[in-house]
């Protein structure tokens, strides 16, 4: 397992906080994600070899959020 931090610019209410959670818990290989949002950072832990980290920056990026 690989633990990261994301600093991640967009996010300002509790919808925000269930979008980027909601949709990168449900990517495979994702064990744990949580928004810290008054410091705008996402903490994720995840297994390289099932999905990359690119990949989650991609998901974030959907939901209309800026990785940075």
């Given amino acids: 397992m690989e633990k990261t931090t ?4 967009g996010m300002s ?9 909601g949709s990168v818990g449900e990517l495979s ?6 928004v810290h949002l ?3 950072k996402v903490d994720v ?12 920056k991609e998901t974030i990026d ?3 959020y800026e990785v940075v």
């Fill in 13 to 21: 209410c509790g919808h925000c906080v269930k979008a980027v959670e």
């Fill in 29 to 34: 290989g994702v064990k744990q994600v949580k």
């Fill in 38 to 40: 008054t410091e705008g």
């Fill in 45 to 56: 832990e995840f297994n390289p070899e099932e999905v990359t980290l690119e990949k989650i």
């Fill in 6 to 9: 994301l600093n991640v610019t």
């Fill in 62 to 64: 959907d939901q209309g």
